[in-house]
């Protein structure tokens, strides 16, 4: 997966996507462009209007697929459980 961010850096998460997805105070939302034929969604776009171009292009040289913007609307992530260890002899 690869990831602009507002800063114009690149981030290439091909490897673990999920564990690789920079961490914020606060998650912004993003978009992704989608087609039930063909690959699974690779690049974030940080605006709207970026995807929307993206979705137009794709469109342009797939003739007669459909393509989604999705957006992001939640994120759920689960908390680490502390490991709590107790001694049993003296």
Known sequence: MII????N???NLESDPIRS???TTRAKPFYMVYSSIGQTPV????????AITESSRLA???????FFVLQAVTIT??????????RLID
Do not use: S
Not at 43 to 50: C, L, N, R, S
């Open 4 to 7: 602009n961010d507002p800063t």
């Open 9 to 11: 850096e690149i981030l």
């Open 21 to 23: 997805f920079p961490r």
């Open 43 to 50: 690049k974030i776009h940080w605006d709207f209007e970026t």
């Open 60 to 66: 342009k040289i797939n003739p007669g697929r459909q």
């Open 77 to 86: 992530e689960a908390q680490i459980t502390p490991v709590k260890t107790e």
